[in-house]
């Protein structure tokens, strides 16, 4: 039987997987029948491998389809010989699973000069395109592992070179190259020797932009657990699970085939889901979510690497989370540009943007847990936790009244300009250890601005909306709890919180309980 996977590549006959072809045949029709060199480029687990294979799968219907990887061959990058006949060897075993003719095979085999290696295979590759029975494409997976980006450089420009021979008739090559990785060509740290000699742009700038999205609609979801469904009978509401797995993943593949590998693996049979059938549901999905957010695994480890080695881009995601800063999005910033790359962020209306709400908590976590140990916030929620939990439901109301009493005793002294700032976060150092290993929360990021931010807790089969805002007048307050009843009716929610930072020196401090329409609203003012 089939089993979700969230390894590095996907078999259709053995894993569940959204059916990707169509998206493969388009990108062979607008990219590779044309004639274009280009490289796929996306963050990590991205399902670039997953799709590099229904591509050549596809490819062989009409060309010869040379799938090669540089993962692993760090000792081909000694050398220019060493590089030039590694891959040459690469190639050669690639030829022979193709079936291409032995006369071809065996001149391709034929030793290179250690002297000319590049310039050699370069005569190789002519020899190979122009006697071959089929065009042929080149594929490298894993293109951004060189050791010495100044050898791989050099193999590019010769590509390079030969491109521009082919379209003015001059010379035979590949019909299209294809390169794959996380590091767009432009992003390696070059070791270049001689900037006049090697100019940083020129190894692939014949290459046309890739602008295929790789990351799944809930439609494709669906179609993934309807094949599921058919083998279980769940009787799970396909369309509704697969919209849910999508608003929090934003079709990020590894995070989509996660979510459905903790629910099948990880949930089913326990006491909260004894079966398929009770695993299946949005509390499901909501807990499937929190196993993710909360275990150790190297796409998480590889972000949070890479937010201490650009502290510019900690600095930008921090802003944006904690202070709702809107930061227009440049394509020439290099740490903008490097963040969308690493598919951390990405580009809504313009704006900067955390690319999911996974990762977006991940990241909450992350930086709440750099302030939390000897934090008072911290210790006081962990104090009174007793008092919020009972019998297995989260006491809202409670817990927001002790965080006003929290919030007056510590935080009351400090100035406008602070709350402002760390509003939101005092609340979340507050919530989150109550919270952790039992409930999740999540930003709901449309919502979000330097003024009010909306908090969505899930805490076994509850759900919460807290609006953490500060107060800005009558109108300002009036027009927020209409924003927030339309939310509740979304959610399909009764009750709704606002939690209210105020430096009006008239305005009442406490709680207030009342009617807005069929809504209740608990206003808490601080």
Not at 470 to 493: F, M
Request: proline content about 2%; hydrophobic content about 40%.
């Amino acid at each position: 039987m089939k089993k979700f996977n969230t390894a590095v590549v996907c078999n259709p006959t053995k894993h569940y997987m959204v059916d990707i072809t169509g998206r493969a045949e388009c990108i062979i029709e607008k990219y590779v029948e044309p004639g274009s060199y280009f490289a796929i480029n996306r963050g990590r687990q991205y399902g670039k491998t997953t799709m590099l294979n229904i591509l050549a799968e596809k490819l062989r219907e009409k060309y010869y389809c040379l799938q090669i990887s540089f993962e692993g061959m760090d000792e081909m990058f000694q050398s220019e010989y060493m590089f030039a006949a590694g891959v040459m060897e690469l190639i050669e075993e690639q030829l022979e699973l193709e079936s291409v003719p032995d006369d071809l095979i065996e001149k391709w085999k034929k030793e290179i000069d250690a002297e000319r290696p590049f310039q050699i295979l370069g005569k190789r590759i002519t020899e190979l395109c122009r006697f071959s029975a089929r065009p042929i494409v080149l594929m490298i997976d894993e293109a951004d592992r060189a050791s010495n980006n100044q050898i791989m450089i050099s193999f590019l420009g010769m590509l390079r070179d030969k491109y521009i021979k082919r379209e003015s008739g001059r010379t035979w090559t590949f019909q299209s190259v294809i390169l794959a990785g996380v590091y767009d060509i432009k992003n390696l740290k070059l070791k270049i020797r001689s900037e006049e000699s090697h100019p940083y742009n020129s190894p692939w700038n014949v290459a046309v932009k890739f602008e295929e999205d790789l990351s799944f609609t809930a439609d494709e979801i669906a179609g993934m657990l309807s094949e599921y469904e058919h083998d279980y009978h769940t009787g799970m509401d396909v369309r509704e699970i697969s919209r849910l797995i999508y608003e929090y993943t934003s079709g990020y593949p590894v995070l989509v085939s996660g979510i459905c590998k903790q629910i099948d693996e990880s949930l089913v049979g326990t006491p909260a889901f004894s079966n398929r059938a009770a695993a299946w549901i949005p509390e499901g999905v909501a807990e499937a979510v929190r196993l993710i957010e909360h275990e150790n695994q190297p796409l998480f480890e590889d972000m949070i690497k890479q937010l201490k080695d650009f502290p510019q881009l900690k600095d930008i995601i921090r802003r944006i989370l904690f202070e709702g800063e809107s930061i227009a999005f440049n394509a020439y910033n290099d740490v903008l540009n490097l963040a969308k790359m690493f598919d951390y962020i990405k580009s809504v209306n313009g704006r900067v943007a955390v690319a999911n709400r996974i990762f977006e908590v991940v990241l909450y976590d992350y930086f709440l847990s750099e302030e939390e140990t000897g934090n008072i916030t911290k210790k006081d929620a962990e104090l009174n936790k007793s008092q919020f939990i009972a019998d297995g439901r989260l006491d809202m109301e409670t817990l927001l009244r002790k965080f006003a009493e929290h919030y007056a005793y510590v935080y009351a002294d400090n100035d406008q300009k602070f709350v402002e700032k760390y509003a939101r976060k005092i609340f979340l150092m507050y919530l989150r250890p109550v919270i952790n290993g039992t409930g999740n929360y999540y930003i709901e990021a449309q919502t979000r601005d330097e003024k009010k931010t909306d908090i969505i807790v899930d805490y076994h089969a509850e759900q919460f909306l807290i609006e953490t805002k500060i107060w800005y007048g009558q109108r300002y307050n009036e027009n927020g709890e209409k924003q927030l009843c339309g939310y509740l009716d979304r959610l399909q929610l009764e009750k709704g919180y606002m939690l209210t930072f105020s430096f009006n020196k008239n305005k009442k401090t406490g709680v207030q309980e009342r009617k807005y329409g069929e809504k209740v609203l608990w206003e808490i003012t601080v």
